[in-house]
């Protein structure tokens, strides 16, 4: 299943549940990015502003945490209503007792990864984890150009979770997906695809939700 997961970092904020609404009938969910200024150089959301915005939408949040301290951040966003949240490894101290705690809140646990970081750092996690994020472009803003060179570790990971019949793991990816760029991820192995600027930049986001769906089902080779 190929899942379409509009990020609003290019949204509107002063008017997100009509933003929300423009993709409501052809999105899977909404990747909602949480940045500190801390652990990546731009903010986006306090926690208050966040559960609101969870609260409020008529599609899933999908969370994406980049931000420090993520052992807190992580379990604190998973008693929210978010239908998953992702934690990157890079700044999380105890990997293994915070996706754990995510989980046992009934929410999807992630664990992302930036570009500069190994896929091998992954795999000791992969009975713990709902969703692998591979980062495109360097986490922090919108409308970066895609990574090319990031396919092997998403192809990487799609091994893995054949060969070991994790077979409800998603694979995402997340940075600079476009009509031009999701047919490589697709091939690579991704299932679901935060796009930004591609969306909301459109004349027509949720039609072109639809294409980016197309294109990723033809491409993805099961």
């Known amino acids: 299943m190929i899942r379409i997961c509009p990020s609003i970092l290019n949204a509107n904020f002063d008017d997100l549940p009509n933003e929300i609404m423009r993709v409501a009938k052809s999105a899977d969910l909404i990747h909602l990015d949480i940045m500190d200024n801390i652990f990546v150089p731009n903010f986006t959301f306090d926690f208050a502003s966040a ?103 998403v192809k990487t990971a799609r091994n893995w979770l054949r060969s070991n019949g994790f077979n409800d793991t998603w694979l995402q990816v997340d940075g600079g997906v476009s009509e031009e760029t999701i047919a490589m991820a697709s091939q690579a192995g991704a299932d679901a695809f935060v796009a930004g600027s591609a969306v909301y930049r459109a004349n027509d986001p949720s039609e072109m939700v639809n294409k980016l769906r197309a294109i990723a089902q033809d491409a993805y080779i099961s």
């Not at 899933?60 to 966003?77: C, F, Q, R």
């Open 51 to 153: 559960e609101k915005i969870i609260n409020e939408s008529v599609l899933p949040i999908d969370v994406h945490l980049m931000v420090e301290k993520a052992d807190h951040a992580g379990p604190a966003y998973a008693l929210t209503d978010a239908v998953s949240v992702t934690i990157h490894y890079e700044a999380t101290e105890h990997v293994s007792a915070t996706l754990s705690k995510i989980k046992e809140s009934g929410t999807r646990a992630g664990l992302a990864i930036k570009p500069n970081t190994s896929i091998d750092v992954i795999k000791p996690y992969l009975n713990l984890i709902d969703m692998i994020l591979v980062m495109t472009v360097e986490p922090g803003f919108g409308g970066q150009s895609f990574m090319k060179d990031m396919m092997p570790k």
